[in-house]
């Protein structure tokens, strides 16, 4: 048995994007990234999280950058090659989204947004393909935040998987009269439903997708 310092970290998962070669976890010390924004915007202190990573086979663990107080990390991605990391930093009001190229082992700015951006950080996720800022807001406003904006309405009833091109993929459920999942293919600039597949998609380790029906 392999034993992997993980400060204390005792559950991880496989990173989206880096076909089973990277797994992440966090300790959620204030909840994830919406629950610690409505701590700081009521007045209470943000307890920083942890954000670690740990390589597949070899069980390497890094932490590439520490959070200070009143920042918060949200859910990573891996994305041509690096690790890509959403923060928060609630009293700079910045989001900021950074990436951590293991060979050098350096960790770069990709770019700041204003947190004024966004109504709040409900749902806020990376994405791909390209590396995408995206929002899904309780009001089931569906939002690319960054490197363009795109704003329209869903029935709240799902998710967003994914990008092609100028298509977005999003699965959906109804449990009238029984469950049942599919996945819509929607327009990027008008929402529009341009293709209803039936069944679930899954994302395997090597990148495939799977519908399984």
């Known amino acids: 048995m392999k034993r992997i310092e993980t400060q204390g970290i005792t559950y991880i998962e496989p990173l989206d994007g880096s076909r089973g070669a990277w797994y992440w976890g966090t300790d959620y010390a204030s909840g994830d990234l919406y629950e610690a924004e409505e701590l700081f915007r009521d007045g209470h202190p943000v307890n920083r999280n942890k954000l670690i990573f740990v390589h597949y086979p070899d069980g390497r663990a890094v932490q590439p950058i520490a959070a200070k107080q009143g920042q918060y990390f949200g859910r990573p991605i891996f994305y041509q090659g690096k690790i890509t990391i959403l923060l928060v930093d609630f009293p700079a009001g910045q989001i900021r989204i950074l990436q951590y190229d293991d060979a050098p082992g350096q960790v770069s700015m990709l770019v700041e947004i204003p947190l004024s951006t966004v109504e709040d950080c409900y749902n806020l996720m990376l994405k ?18 960054w490197p363009e904006s795109v704003a329209f309405q869903t029935d709240g009833r799902g998710a967003f998987l994914f990008r ?43 990148g495939q997708k799977w519908i399984l029906m």
């Open 128 to 145: 791909t393909e390209p590396l995408m800022l995206t929002r899904e807001g309780k009001d089931d406003k569906f939002q690319i935040i």
């Open 164 to 206: 092609s091109q100028e298509n977005l993929y999003f699965s959906s459920w109804e449990e009238n009269p029984e469950y049942w999942e599919e996945t819509l293919v929607r327009n990027m600039r008008t929402g529009e439903i341009i293709e209803r597949i039936s069944g679930t998609l899954m994302f395997m380790p090597d």
